[in-house]
């Protein structure tokens, strides 16, 4: 199992950036996929999940109404779509999903939201 994020970068409160996440060696569509962050000194927080079959969503209340998650099964790939970022959004983003009992990571994608 291999989860690859993409998309991280430097950008203004008030931007938008789209974090990506390939994910390899599972039947991608079969699994509920989440994306996580975590900001210096603190702990990793949920963020967002997609299930798998209806694709159904849920979010941090923090990020409500700001950030849309979605799932490409032909691309096996998730994405985070964030919009109106603020300077606490600063974080490193992860993607996650959990097969069986074992939790997979990828090596998160770092988000810098200043100006």
């Known amino acids: 199992v291999q989860l690859v994020e993409s998309g991280g970068g430097l950008v203004q409160p008030g931007g938008s950036l789209r974090l990506s996440c390939a994910a390899s060696?599972?039947?991608?569509?079969?699994?509920?996929m989440k994306w996580y962050r975590q900001a210096p000194g603190k702990e990793r927080d949920f963020v967002a999940v997609?299930?798998?079959?209806?694709?159904?969503?849920n979010y941090a209340d923090i990020v409500k109404g700001r950030f849309t998650i979605s799932r490409d099964n032909a691309k096996n790939t998730v994405y985070l779509q964030m919009n109106s970022l603020k300077p606490e959004d600063t974080a490193v983003y992860y993607c996650?999903?959990?097969?069986?009992?074992?939790?997979?990571w990828g090596q998160g994608t770092q988000v810098t939201v200043s100006s």
């Open positions: 997609i299930s798998n079959g209806s694709g159904s969503t």
């Open positions: 060696g599972f039947t991608f569509s079969r699994y509920a």
């Open positions: 996650y999903t959990k097969l069986y009992f074992n939790n997979y």
